[in-house]
């Protein structure tokens, strides 16, 4: 069965502190995907990666980054968290082709305090 | 660019009743479509999908044809059950790379 794995489920994190958030995925897929969700705006991309070390910003990069060292793992990093980055955040991978799903993991609840 | 409408929510509806869910599409080219659902508590999941105009999409009772001369991709189920109820998201996809959702739409079904 496909696997997306988001390391937490809830996160509670001080404002001005940087935070890691971790996905794997054990599918092989070449793309993986960083989403943020929020009430009223649906899923808003931040970043994606269509290969090991390849990233490209999506529609809301500010204030995030990104690290994929690894064909598996795809980090997304808050350099340093503000309270407006309290949200849910989705990670996501696929094979690369415009037919394909993509898989998500179960989200980590971030609240920035 | 890409973007997808979806109907405002939530829809409240009475167990066995008949449900729809308006989605239109702008893109360039030709996009996939799909219809992902999340149920309370956990990530998306694919519901359905079409790749082609006058493709129908289907699984779990629900349904969604690709209409390219509307830009649309109508989600419906003939008789929603409790078990239903979850926000479901219209998607759609140019390239190889980028997801375009929509905002999602709540469907709570009371019995």
């Known amino acids: 069965d496909v696997k997306v794995t988001q390391s937490s489920r809830y996160l509670v994190k001080r404002t001005g502190e940087k935070v890691f958030l971790e996905c794997v995925q054990d599918?092989?897929?070449?793309?993986m995907f960083w989403y943020r969700q929020d009430p009223g705006l649906g899923l808003r991309l931040i970043y994606f990666s269509y290969d090991v070390k390849m990233k490209e910003k999506g529609d809301i990069p500010e204030g995030y980054s990104v690290s994929r060292e690894k064909k598996e793992r795809f980090s997304l990093i808050l350099e340093s968290a503000s309270t407006n980055q309290t949200s849910m955040y989705l990670c996501?991978?696929?094979?690369?082709?415009?037919?394909?799903?993509?898989?998500f993991g179960q989200g980590t609840r971030l609240t920035v305090v | 660019g890409n973007s997808v409408t979806q109907m405002e929510g939530p829809v409240t509806l009475s167990e066995e009743a008949f449900l729809t869910i308006n989605c239109t599409y702008t893109a360039t080219g030709y996009p996939s479509l799909f219809w992902y659902v999340q149920y309370p508590g956990e990530g998306l999941q694919l519901l359905l999908k079409?790749?082609?105009?006058?493709d129908k999409g289907s699984n779990k009772g629900f349904e969604a044809t690709y209409r390219k001369e509307t830009t649309s991709f109508h989600l419906e189920k003939g008789s929603v059950q409790v078990s239903d109820s979850a926000v479901y998201f219209c998607a759609l996809r140019t390239s190889y790379q980028k997801v375009t959702f929509g905002t999602g739409t709540k469907l709570q079904v009371i019995p």
């Open positions: 996501a991978s696929s094979l690369i082709g415009m037919n394909t799903e993509a898989f």
């Open positions: 079409a790749t082609k105009a006058d």
């Open positions: 599918m092989d897929h070449e793309n």
